[in-house]
């Protein structure tokens, strides 16, 4: 939803109708990351999980629809982008070992 109302904020820069379809799906957003936060994802692998495919899908999407540049030092930032995520994400899971091995398992 977050690709969806980007785009639609960069269509309604030629077309203000657009504007229509940006709020809400920012609002939606919003909603299905507090929906994945209270099922207990971590803040940081959820935001970085987000941004990520974020960057990466509205990154190809305007090269597709707007013809916005696509070039090889993008797709290598969008792989550094999806490396720090996966980071993120090994890291949380090992703290989370880490500290439930601490409490016993709790």
Do not use: K
């Amino acid at each position: 939803m977050e690709v969806t109302g980007s785009l639609a904020l960069r269509a309604a820069v030629d077309h203000p109708a657009w504007y229509a379809v940006v709020v809400p799906a920012y609002v939606t957003a919003f909603v299905l990351l507090g929906a994945v936060l209270r099922a207990g994802m971590p803040l940081g692998v959820a935001y970085g999980v987000w941004g990520a495919t974020g960057v990466a899908l509205t990154a190809a999407l305007g090269a597709l629809v707007f013809a916005e540049p696509f070039t090889p030092v993008v797709v290598a930032g969008i792989v550094l982008i999806m490396v720090g995520v996966l980071v993120v994400e090994i890291g949380s899971q090992r703290a989370h070992r880490e500290r439930g091995a601490a409490t016993g398992g709790a």
